[in-house]
């Protein structure tokens, strides 16, 4: 049965904006006007060490009065950066094991509504949390601690995000191209699709401009960790109080939960081994249920490698394997971003030791560098060798 193309809004994921929220709001209702200032102010009062008394002191507001899938989100995106600071505000010897029913009980109800969980993650930090000024500028609505530098990790991220969306139509194409086996149309979307890759990348790379590394390390990057594991300064995870008695472990907020990269997988047919499959596919949990079944769907039915094999067309083929190579590109380029903002500063004498239990785990709580680039070992082993090659039409 032929399944493409696919109905982007069916999978709440756009042309113009991709897999970010169209138009987030910026504040809540007044009846959540304490939730609206506190995730405004949260990175001033944890630096107080004020935010967990003033949480505690909050009243239990019911999220059944959020009305919308935006307000949802936008709920979500204010309870998870409250109830980051609340957790992480002393450091990781002072982590909060219990959070309050007034932050538990809407922050897990909002999720559920959602079907995303209750932390931290991609869909809020990134996905939900950005507007545009009178010069166009891109800028986050809520932030973590860290000033600019962690304004601008969330917007260059949005950026990255923003940039694949451009290629989304060449993306769909491709699957309707291999589809019906159309080499010449393919060829042209598999240029595409790697030249929306380099453009990722561009827009990655303006990270170093105004992230610096030991703020990102030492300021920022606590604020996205999860709970629960071995080596976490919470091993059991954190009670959801009026949730559930038993601590519930969640895994940290990281770009990891993009649908982005994994969407690329999905159309290009990298696989990868067991282990790493099994951890893509947890991220897959943190993000909207939608994009996840966009990316399923993609991942059972795409041709396109099929298609490019069968071909032995040589221009087909050269434009597959360089798609890939431009996959590969970007994941070194992230490596070495990692390399930049969490080794090295964790091999620092002078880092941060608030946060020490937090030094050797990722973003989402994996050993990186190995992992990462086995990744891109897997995309660039995905390359089509064929010495069969029939000479292409056109
Ligand atoms: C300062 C910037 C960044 C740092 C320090 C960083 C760090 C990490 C780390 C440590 C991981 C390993 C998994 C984990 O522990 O969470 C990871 C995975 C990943 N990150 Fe980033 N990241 C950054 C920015 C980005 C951006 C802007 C993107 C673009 C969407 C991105 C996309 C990914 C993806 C897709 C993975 C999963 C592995 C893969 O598919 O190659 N990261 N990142």
Known sequence: MDIFPLDLNAFKVSEEYGFMLIKPLKVLPDYFSEWNTLAQNMAELVQQKTLRGAVDKMALFDHHRLQGYRELRLAHLQLSIIASGYIWQEGDSGAAKVLPACLAVPWHGVSMLLGIQPVLCHPSLVLANWTVDDQGVLQSLYNLPGGDHAEWFVTVTAQVELAFAKGLKALMQALTHAQNR??????????????????????????????????????LRPFLSGWGGDGSPLPDGVVYTGISDEPLQMTGGSAAQSSTLQCIDAVLRVRHGPEIRS???????????????FIETIEEHS???????????????????????SVVDFRSYHVQIVTKYIVLMANRETRNKDYEALATRGTGGSSILPFLKSLRSTTSETRINDNKYSEHKS
Not at 312 to 322: F, I, P, R, S, V
């Open 303 to 325: 041709q396109v490698k099929l298609a490019v094999a069968e071909s032995h067309d040589q221009q087909l083929t050269a434009a597959y394997n360089e798609c890939l190579e």
């Open 182 to 219: 159309n080499v010449d149309a393919l060829v042209i979307d598999l240029q595409n699709i790697k030249h929306t890759v380099q453009e990722m990348k561009k827009a990655f790379s303006k990270m170093h401009e105004k992230l610096s590394a030991e703020t990102f390390y030492d300021v």
């Open 279 to 293: 951890f893509l596919e947890n991220m897959r949990n943190y993000m909207p249920p939608a994009h996840k079944e």
